[in-house]
């Protein structure tokens, strides 16, 4: 008995040497509570950049400061909220990201008349002006709080009675079958996506190991891919033949410039015009792709631009966008279009459109597992495994798709991470296998969407005409040339010489912002 009471003692007195321990750490460390992880407000400026400071962070939750620490060797990014190598963070001396202040959404009594909402100083702005991409409150509070939960204009839940194919399609969950088709009756298609230049570094992959001609589909027409192509260093005169080649041409900006959340929360509606509409001009002027024909965007680094991005779409007339990558999840996501809320959570810190876009399609990244880890893109997994475990890997999320929903499998690739021998030929033992089933169709993104918005039986795709033009000829006016005009252009924003490759004229100086036709302003 008076051992029980001896421990009973002991684990009071812990108790309140924690609790003074807590009460210590909270006066060292004072509270920031506005969701976000943030540093030490009290550290010492000098010490800012050691690693040591620059790994720590804290989160506050109802006045209670909790303590955190990146693992050995990674430092915390305040602006990305991620702990990430020492030499991607440049923001260790930044406390906190500054917070605006938070309209009055809702009160007891009305402050505003109807159809107006309050800015957090309590003036009335029209509603319509809120989330819009325009600061119009004078604090800005107005275009600070745009997630779905606090966007006065946010788009509403999925309603199927108002949302029909071919031009809107929505599920609570994200999950449902287009068409009410069951599992068995779907084409399992299969999106295999590259970002960035078409050049000579890439163009014997795309030729030879990756779509080569004796790679087809079941309906006898060849496999196809679909590139984002950013602007530097790519070769115009390959992309024609890529979209001759039927591949789908798509949009990756002009600049891809950093830093990534530069994308996400500061460029403007006109900084996207500049980069996504400039960069299908330089495609459709120089690749000879025509305007039609590009349909998609996907933005540098996966960091999408909220409403931004998608008003420029709008107004552009871009048919999809496929930047949002999705938890994962079995059964995994189907693509959607805008018209209501995303079916799933925004991931990663990133600003997903609250708005509703009526007609604009979200090809959402279904992240592929490995392991204990997920990826979006395939080359952001980790790079330590054999070649017999990718190949597994890539079977394993077939199965994942196959076996439930059928959801498109994409796989999303930079070219560097087919550099290394066990990639390239754990790859081509996964496509081996896809080619050889009879109910397994290799297309791009827009072919997706195609058959999303007609949704055919298995049975009957052989006659689902928009995936059997291989037999049309391409018009010679619209050829690849054999050898494309090599132009040495000055660039006078990047300050050097730059190499355009084209089967088109040659530009007077190089392409670039507000200037994607190379016209020479002198």
Not at 84 to 110: G, S, W
Request: charged fraction near 25%; aromatic fraction near 12%; proline fraction near 7%.
């Amino acid at each position: 008995m008076r051992e029980s009471v001896w421990l009973v003692l002991l684990s009071v007195g812990l108790g309140e040497s924690i609790r003074e321990e807590r009460s210590g750490f909270r006066e060292k460390v004072p509270c920031i509570e506005n969701g976000k992880f943030y540093r030490n407000p009290n550290m010492k400026a000098e010490f800012a950049f050691r690693k040591k400071e620059c790994s720590e962070y804290y989160l506050c939750i109802e006045g209670e400061v909790f303590d955190f620490q990146c693992s050995t060797g990674l430092k915390f990014d305040i602006r990305r909220q991620i702990c990430d190598f020492a030499d991607t963070v440049d923001n260790c001396d930044m406390v906190a990201e500054r917070t605006v202040p938070k309209p009055i959404l809702n009160t007891d009594e009305p402050i505003c008349r109807t159809g107006e909402t309050a800015c957090s100083d309590g003036s009335c702005l029209p509603t319509e002006l809120f989330c819009d991409g325009h600061p119009d409150c004078l604090d800005g509070s107005d275009e600070g709080w745009c997630d779905p939960e606090h966007d006065p204009n946010a788009a509403p839940s999925c309603n199927y009675a108002n949302c029909t194919l071919p031009d809107c399609f929505c599920s609570t969950d994200g999950t449902l079958i287009p068409g009410a088709l069951q599992p068995s009756d779907v084409p399992q298609m299969i999106v295999i996506t590259f970002d960035d230049a078409v050049n000579d570094e890439n163009w014997d992959l795309y030729q030879d190991k990756l779509f080569p001609p004796s790679y087809k589909n079941p309906n006898g027409c060849p496999i196809h891919g679909t590139f984002y192509v950013s602007h530097q260093y790519t070769n115009y005169a390959m992309v024609q033949k890529l979209w001759n080649q039927g591949h789908e041409i798509a949009v990756h900006s002009i600049t891809h410039k950093g830093p990534e959340e530069w994308w996400g929360s500061n460029a403007t509606i006109e900084d996207w015009f500049d980069e996504m509409v400039g960069q299908a001009n330089i495609i459709n002027r120089f690749g000879g792709v025509d305007m039609e024909d590009i349909r998609g965007v996907r933005v540098p680094f996966l960091s999408v631009g909220w409403n931004r991005q998608f008003l420029m779409m709008r107004e552009f007339g871009f048919v999809y966008d496929s930047s949002i990558a999705a938890p994962v999840s079995d059964p995994p996501i189907w693509p959607y279009t805008l018209d209501y809320q995303i079916p799933h959570k925004c991931i990663g810190n990133r600003r997903c459109p609250s708005r509703s876009f009526p007609g604009i399609w979200e090809m959402p990244l279904n992240q592929i597992t490995m392991e204990e880890f997920s990826c979006a893109m395939v080359d952001s997994c980790p790079p330590y495994f054999s070649e017999t475990e990718l190949t597994e890997m890539f079977l394993n999320n077939f199965r994942r798709h196959y076996d439930t929903n059928r959801a498109p499998l994409g796989l999303y690739f930079h070219t560097l991470w087919f550099k290394q021998k066990k990639n390239r030929r754990a790859f081509r033992k996964f496509l081996d296998e896809m080619v050889k089933r009879d109910d397994v169709y290799i297309v791009s993104n827009w072919e997706v969407i195609q058959w999303m918005q007609n949704p055919t039986p298995l049975s009957q795709m052989e006659s689902f005409l928009p995936w059997n033009t291989c037999s049309d000829t391409v018009p010679l006016e619209e050829q690849a040339c054999n050898i494309p005009r090599v132009c040495k252009l000055f660039s006078r924003e990047l300050r050097r010489e730059r190499y355009l490759y084209t089967c088109k004229e040659c530009p007077q100086t190089y392409p670039w912002i507000k200037n994607e036709f190379g016209l020479d302003f002198k």
